[in-house]
């Protein structure tokens, strides 16, 4: 698989091409009012599928590292706000930057190769897979602001 973008308005129509397990989260997306629920971890389907709503301040370009996932597939869901959203394949020619840590489930990179992104603003949401390296959490314009997202995260043995 690879990097998928969507709008989460598009539930009722789009969404039925995901596996089970990506789709209940995307429609746990559509429903809930993020706004006025307070940062912290929401789960979807026990420990196979879980939110972690974060408030936080955009980062300027240099300041993190490309990171990539093994047990989870991530779905980052924008809920106000925008941020870009590094994106590269996971590829020979990435450089590991840390060691894959099995208990935090991440590994990060020297940088993306090659790389691209995508701008991530309300209502929109990215579907990364095992195999997207990417670089979350960027300034638009190297203007940090502030924004309120969603990570969903799906265990990958439970993706049918």
């Keep these: 698989m690879t ?26 997306l559509q429903a809930h009012d993020f706004t006025t629920m307070e940062d912290g971890v929401y ?32 779905i980052q869901y924008m809920v106000e706000g925008k941020e ?5 394949p996971l590829n020979p020619e990435l450089h590991e930057h840390t060691n894959y840590d099995m208990d935090k489930d991440i ?30 959490c960027g300034a638009i314009n190297d203007e940090p602001k502030p924004v309120t997202k969603v990570v969903v995260k799906i265990a990958v043995d439970y993706i049918k």
Excluded: M
Aim: proline share 6%; with cysteine.
């Design 107 to 136: 590994i990060f990179y020297e940088r993306l190769v090659p790389g691209s992104s995508v701008t991530l603003d309300k209502g929109s949401f990215a579907v990364l897979y095992p195999a997207d390296v990417h670089l979350p």
């Design 43 to 74: 789960p979807i389907d026990g420990n196979h599928s879980y939110a972690i709503l974060q408030r936080y301040t955009t980062k300027l370009s240099g300041t993190a590292k490309p990171e990539a996932h093994r047990q989870y597939v991530d």
């Design 3 to 28: 990097l998928v973008i969507g709008r989460i308005n598009e539930a009722s129509s789009g969404f039925s091409k995901f596996p089970d397990a990506i789709r209940q989260a995307l429609l746990f």
């Design 84 to 88: 870009e959203l590094g994106w590269c």
